[in-house]
């Protein structure tokens, strides 16, 4: 039997173009709320360290939702990353870069994906082997202007905007051919979450999946 190593480098594995960004206040809701997102089309979750019931909702999905690729957001923090490893997380994902981060997940064989603003940002992130970053907050940092100005000088970076994208604007976000995927909060309002209304957390999954089907 041989073991997989991963590189930090590693673009997460899965379908979906549109990643949830997620805060679960109850680790009961995890699993559920898999399922929904599963049967409206998306295979992918990023549960955020925002709240303390996130690092147990992410080991509650990872065993018991194997197909759906279950991520850990708004990692900041080095001692974060083995954590949310031996929790079950696929990849993590930040709102930022530093050096200790990366190192971090580099040691713990964990795909990462940085949050980067400027081009500064961007390019030290290509510095550490990274092709996949974040741009957030998009809506602040230039949203689609911003990504199509990138695209330029830094073709060979590919992007996944998250902060301001929306039902309404997913679409002309995944047309970029610098975009592969975005993500946003809206798939899953902690109004729905808490309330355990999963079919109309189907529902918007459903909606988001065909609008980025057709983009």
């Known amino acids: 039997m041989t073991t997989q190593v991963l590189s930090h480098t590693q673009r997460p594995q899965f379908a979906s173009r549109v990643v949830p960004v997620i805060v679960i206040t109850n680790t009961a809701q995890a699993v559920p709320l898999a399922e929904a997102l599963l049967e ?13 019931a996130g690092l147990a909702a992410i080991e509650a999905v990872a065993k018991a939702v194997p197909t759906m690729q279950v991520g850990a957001g708004t990692v900041t923090v080095a001692g974060e990353m083995a954590r949310v490893k031996n929790a079950g997380a696929r990849f993590a994902l930040s709102p930022g870069m530093t050096e200790v981060l990366v190192a971090e ?13 400027t081009p500064g940002e961007i390019m030290r992130a290509r510095d550490h082997g990274f092709k996949l970053v974040k741009l957030f907050p998009a809506a602040q940092a230039g949203g689609l202007g911003m990504l199509k ?40 309002p902690l109004e729905l979450v808490e309330a355990g209304n999963w079919a109309a957390v189907t529902r918007l999954a459903r909606e988001a999946t065909e609008l980025a089907r057709a983009a």
């Open 40 to 52: 409206g089309g998306i295979d992918v979750m990023e549960i955020t360290l925002r709240h303390a």
């Open 105 to 117: 997940a580099m040691a713990c064989q964990l795909p990462f994906v940085p949050g980067t603003m």
């Open 149 to 188: 100005a990138l695209g330029g000088p830094l073709a060979d970076m590919q992007f996944c905007p998250t902060g301001g994208v929306s039902l309404a604007n997913l679409q002309d976000f995944l047309r970029l051919g610098n975009v592969p995927m975005v993500g946003g909060s809206w798939l899953t």
